[in-house]
């Protein structure tokens, strides 16, 4: 979770290379994203634009929103967040970008956390499973771990091939998010 203090700084997106803006639907630009950056990690859940609008804008019982970055000069996306807001603050149910371990993700969670700042929220908070690296760029970003353990219960064909089981168990390989399963 990371609080929205009010001396948060808004992100200055104006002098660089994107903008923000909050969409009510999946496109082909989220298409494009998934098949350009998909091979950042060997176990993701499919996030094509049909997948996100099935999902999540289609669920009548809870009301997500899309939060986008994209390149200013094309308007390529570059990241966004699915969301879900509350009375105070934001469950981030999935998110996906260029550069899910690198600079990309920072820009991305914190040009979201200013402007759910500006909205009123009081926190932002994500449940994620997968690799360190991105753990830790949470924490340097101000995210702070809930206490909390959760299991996970997978099933794996006695037929896979040994080394794919492997890899399928070794968190480092996974980048799965609270919307994935269901963890709100």
């Not at 948060?8 to 290379?17: C, F, I, R, T, Y």
């Not at 099935?54 to 019982?61: A, D, I």
């Not at 932002?124 to 830790?136: H, I, R």
Request: proline content about 3%; some cysteine.
């Amino acid at each position: 979770m990371k609080a929205l203090d009010t001396d948060l700084e808004p992100a200055d997106l104006s002098n660089g290379p994107w903008s923000d803006e909050l969409v009510s639907a999946a496109d082909e630009r989220f298409d494009a994203l998934w098949n350009a950056g998909k091979s950042q990690c060997r176990i993701a859940g499919e996030k094509t634009a049909t997948y996100l609008n099935w999902r999540y804008l289609s669920f009548k019982e809870m009301s997500y929103g899309l939060y986008c970055l994209v390149h200013r000069s094309d308007q390529r996306l570059v990241g966004y967040i699915v969301f879900a807001r509350t009375e105070k603050g934001a469950f981030i149910a999935e998110l996906f970008c260029e550069d899910v371990f690198g600079s990309v993700v920072d820009d991305l969670l914190l040009g979201f956390a200013a402007r759910m700042r500006m909205e009123g929220q009081e926190w932002v908070a994500l449940s994620y499973l997968g690799a360190a690296a991105f753990e830790d760029r949470l924490k340097q970003l101000g995210f702070s771990p809930r206490p909390r353990a959760r299991a996970l219960v997978a099933y794996v064909d006695p037929d896979c091939d040994a080394d794919l089981r492997h890899h399928i168990f070794d968190s480092e390989n996974s980048l799965v998010f609270g919307g994935e399963m269901d963890l709100f």
